[in-house]
């Protein structure tokens, strides 16, 4: 059984877990604390350093794992969770979450992610930041139209003008980082190529699905939650559904999935095959948003933009 330390992230501490001496110890989540940590995973010389992807709050602990070459697994919180429940381990505090991850390291046998570049992790964090503007607008969008009393209706046109500049500036900021690193630069190209698929959207699939360009076909869907899963069992056949995946990244496909259903012969050709099938366009586009991820795989891997004869 491969040695593991399971790490529970929260806002301020990190709580941990070794296995094999099945030993607990928190530290502070900050630069003083992960210098402490990173000594102490070390002297443990374990072969993997298991943690849930919380966003902005694992990103220190990611940095500094990697600047000291550690091997480490980034995990689904709802995977993890999964196997919390299906091992018995019900009750969820920071400690047994910590120890939760080490078992689930070891027993599943998982494999070290490539670290993140720094480039990744600012855009990463610059998409959150876009995605929180854009549920701000339909917010304040919402509130404006039922609003009846003019100072209200007036404030929340004025933030609804501060939402628009702040989405500026952190589009221009997108941009510039695409545009001043040539790898990321050239894959934007290729995705642009596609029919359906606008800047903003290229960019926010490589920022959501980084991996895009080194996967199967279906690691790909698989990874972006649009491979269909079957439910069956003896002679009873249960709808098939999607869940789990990149959720954002469904939802930043979603609308350039319609328009490719108009204006890109692929993806009109399954579309309407699907509706003559008697499919409903819900599961028609949801067919659609998994082939848009699987081309754009495949002309990311091959390094080729789209043309409608070898698409």
């Known amino acids: 059984m491969n040695d593991t330390i399971g790490i529970d992230i929260s806002k301020d501490t990190l709580d941990t877990f070794w296995l094999s001496k099945r030993k607990h110890k928190q530290f502070a989540n900050t630069k003083t604390g992960l210098r402490a940590l990173t000594s102490w995973i070390r002297e443990a010389?374990?072969?993997?350093?298991?943690?849930?992807?919380?966003?902005?709050?694992?990103?220190?602990?990611?940095?500094?794992?990697?600047?000291?070459?550690?091997?480490?697994?980034?995990v689904n919180p709802r995977q993890a969770r999964r196997f919390a429940e299906g091992t018995g381990t019900l009750a969820k505090t920071d400690r047994v979450d910590a120890a939760m991850l080490a078992r689930m390291g070891s027993l599943l046998k998982l494999k070290a992610d490539k670290p993140k570049s720094e480039t990744?992790?600012?855009?990463?964090?610059?998409?959150?930041?876009?995605?929180?503007?854009?549920?701000?607008?339909t917010a304040a969008k919402a509130r404006r139209s039922t609003a009846t009393y003019p100072l209200l209706k007036k404030?929340?046109?004025?933030?609804?003008?501060?939402?628009?500049?702040?989405?500026?500036?952190?589009d221009a900021a997108i941009e510039a980082i695409i545009t001043a690193d040539?790898?990321?630069?050239?894959?934007a190209d290729i995705l642009i190529s596609i029919p359906g698929i606008a800047k903003i959207t290229a960019y926010a699939m490589l920022i959501e699905m980084p991996e895009l360009g080194s996967l199967s076909g279906k690691q790909a869907a698989s990874l972006a939650?649009?491979?269909?899963?079957?439910?069956?069992s003896g002679k009873w056949q249960g709808k098939?559904?999607?869940?789990?995946?990149?959720?954002?990244?469904?939802?930043?496909?979603?609308?350039?999935?319609?328009?490719?259903t108009r204006f890109n012969p692929d993806m009109k050709v399954k579309y309407q095959e699907l509706i003559a099938k008697g499919k409903c366009?819900?599961?028609?586009?949801?067919?659609v948003m998994r082939k848009l991820v699987v081309m754009a795989n495949a002309l990311l891997r091959d390094g080729r933009k789209w043309t409608e004869t070898r698409a």
């Open 45 to 74: 010389e374990v072969s993997l350093v298991i943690f849930e992807a919380t966003g902005v709050y694992h990103r220190l602990l990611e940095t500094s794992l990697a600047m000291h070459d550690f091997p480490f697994a980034r």
């Open 225 to 232: 939650g649009l491979a269909p899963i079957s439910r069956q």
């Open 240 to 260: 098939e559904r999607i869940q789990g995946g990149r959720a954002v990244l469904r939802k930043v496909i979603y609308l350039p999935a319609v328009v490719a």
């Open 281 to 287: 366009k819900k599961l028609a586009i949801t067919a």
């Open 182 to 187: 040539r790898t990321l630069s050239q894959k």
């Open 155 to 170: 404030q929340i046109g004025h933030r609804q003008q501060q939402i628009a500049r702040d989405l500026a500036r952190v």
């Open 120 to 137: 990744l992790h600012n855009l990463k964090e610059l998409e959150t930041a876009r995605q929180a503007l854009i549920k701000d607008r």
